[in-house]
């Protein structure tokens, strides 16, 4: 009976846990481009990983100029000291542009695009906020700001993005 009791509470702790965390899609494609040139071979290895962001993993922060923004940030043991100095990281944002059609592309972060925006005294404006993708040795975190200095609304939606790493052959 203790050990019934044991079983149960972990699982009820372990499906929390999962239903409360974003979730991480590790893709390590590795693929290595080659080039034999003076027998020495050059090329890069590739690794891909998709994040989905959830409500609860944005926080909040401010510029030293006062602008205001949203980030997420992750884990991502793929970003070397190696690719730090020669190789490059990419980040893609998946972006549905036509729900009736369910028309849907990554897009390349930096991404940029306008939205309109309503004040409390009913007036419009058309506002541009921007996603971007920021990293460092073993992190990365996705970025977004209204080009106007507000601080964006929240993120109630699941968001996708996509960050690949080309890491240079030794």
């Known amino acids: ?8 509470i972990g699982s009820i702790a372990v499906i929390t846990a999962l239903m409360t965390t974003s979730c991480e899609k590790q893709y ?9 040139h003076y027998n020495e071979y050059y090329g890069s290895k590739v690794y891909t990983r998709e994040y989905i962001i959830v409500k609860e993993d944005w926080k909040s922060a401010e510029y030293a100029d006062g602008r ?3 980030y997420a940030e992750f884990d991502n043991p793929d970003v070397t000291e190696n690719v730090m100095e020669t190789g490059a990281v990419l980040g893609y944002f998946w972006f549905t542009y036509d729900a009736k059609t369910n028309s849907s592309s990554w897009n390349l972060l930096p991404y940029v695009y306008p939205y309109l925006y309503e004040n409390d005294q009913k ?48």
Not at 1 to 8: A, D, G, N, Q, S
Not at 28 to 36: F, L, N
């Open 28 to 36: 390590i494609t590795e693929e290595y481009v080659t080039e034999k």
């Open 1 to 8: 009976m203790k050990r019934l009791r044991t079983i149960f």
């Open 68 to 70: 205001k923004y949203l």
């Open 123 to 170: 007036e419009t404006a058309v506002v541009g906020e921007n996603i971007r993708l920021e990293y460092e040795t073993g992190r990365v975190s996705f970025i977004v700001e209204d080009l106007d200095g507000i601080l964006p609304d929240e993120m109630g939606d699941e968001l996708y993005f996509k960050v690949v790493v080309i890491d240079s052959l030794d």
